[in-house]
Structures are given as C-alpha cells and as structure tokens.
C-alpha cells in the first residue's frame, strides 16, 4: 500500500479542477496538498498535459524540495511551494494558475482593490502584489527565492497568512493557499472572479472607490466572526 495514496489522489483532484474551472490552459499552473505527519508533499510532475495525469504520477517531495517518490520529475515551481510549507505551519495546500485576470493585476504589478462585497467575504484587504524579484533572486535560485518573496511580502505587510490565504507575485501571477485542498482551489478561483469584477469595475468607472469599511466588516464578519451567520452550520 503507496503511503502516500491519499496526497497523490487529493493532489490529483484538486489539479484536475483547474482546467474544470477555466484556471488553467495547456500546463499552466499547479496544486499541491501536504501531509504534515509524513512531512512530504504531492505536486504534479513538469510539463505533463493534464488528460494524461493519474494519482500516480503526482510527485512526492519533502519540505526541503527533494523528490522522496515518483517516476517523474516534479513540477518546476516544486521549490516554491516548499518554502511556503517550511515557513507557514497551518497550510496543507498550496495552488498557482496563470489565470488571466489575476495575472493581469499581477503584470499591472497592482494590489486588486477591494471594490465590492463579493471581495469582502473573503479578505478585508487589497489583494497583495508583491513586487517582482529582484535580480539576484532570478539569476539564483528563482524558484525558491519566489516562495521568500511571498512569505517576506506578506511579513512586511503585517498580513496573516490564515487569514490572507491569497497573493498576486509582480510580473507572474497568482498564488494561493488553505488547510484543505478544496479551500486553496477555492481561494484561487475566488481570486480570479475578484481580480476580473475589479478589472471590469475600473473599465466601467475608473474613478471607483473602495468599499467602504462598515460594509468590509460586516461582510466579511458575517462570513467569519464569532457571530457568524452565512451558510448552513
Ligand atoms: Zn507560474
């Protein structure tokens, strides 16, 4: 019995909804889901059109980014996710698109304003956009020094990477994370839908204002607080 079965189908899975949910062309992107006990990861391997992935070819990694088990090589943003699982002890999984809205924000090296409530469930915040490397970043080891600029960007903004489960990365594109495979596709469809209302809001009127705070809070309370009310529970 493979060990690590249960990360391989749920890595397979939550990769499989990216496409689904129009996130994703050709091989663009990738999710990975962790298991904290056995201090690994499973992530897509490189290059691999998605109608040929199977559970078994998702590629089992450590923290540190070294292969433990797999056939095939893994994804080449391995190193990225790597780092954010070494840094940030509360996320299972972690999923990157180049989806076109979010990556338009990300190119425009802009924060997504938080113009409506549909953002305000979610954060109550801008969308982060981390500035793009720095050179020395790209010409070392770039992969790895993406994941630093993440977690350093978000130190730097005093954001809490429980509740900020969301980034843009300048010149690149979006990243996400959750503790449950489901909630980082979520949270990077989310960012998507957010990214292409702001675009259209500034289109429309590019004088827009943001939300304004009464109505940030109790969306976002109404969602998450202690007195919360949205849902089933
Ligand atoms: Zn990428």
Request: aromatic residues 4%.
């Given at each position: 019995m493979d060990r690590f079965a249960q990360i391989r189908q749920s890595a397979y899975d939550s990769n499989m909804q990216l496409p689904k949910l129009g996130l994703?062309?050709?091989?663009f992107g990738n999710v990975s889901v962790a298991d904290r006990n056995l201090g690994v990861f499973a992530i897509k391997p490189s290059g691999v059109p998605y109608e040929l992935?199977?559970?078994?070819?998702m590629v089992i990694v450590d923290f540190?980014?070294?292969?433990?088990?797999?056939?095939l090589r893994p994804s080449s943003d391995t190193l990225t996710h790597a780092v954010l699982y070494q840094q940030w002890n509360n996320i299972n999984a972690i999923a990157h698109t180049h989806s076109t809205y979010a990556t338009a924000w990300a190119q425009a090296l802009r924060d997504v304003p938080i113009y409506g409530t549909t953002h305000a469930d979610h954060l109550?915040?801008?969308i982060p956009c981390a500035p793009p490397m720095e050179d020395n970043m790209i010409g070392g080891n770039y992969e790895y020094e993406t994941g630093f600029q993440i977690v350093n960007y978000m130190k730097w903004k005093e954001l809490n990477y429980d509740e900020v489960e969301m980034i843009l990365v300048g010149s690149h594109g979006p990243f996400a994370w959750a503790h449950t495979p489901e909630k980082a596709v979520y949270n990077i469809a989310v960012l998507e839908e957010v990214a292409k209302m702001a675009y259209l809001t500034e289109r429309i009127q590019p004088h827009s204002s943001r939300l304004k705070e009464t109505l940030i809070r109790k969306h976002y309370e109404r969602k998450h607080g202690p007195g919360s009310y949205y849902g089933q529970k």
């Open positions: 994703i062309i050709f091989t992935l199977t559970p078994e070819s540190k980014g070294k292969v433990v088990d797999g056939k109550t915040c801008d």
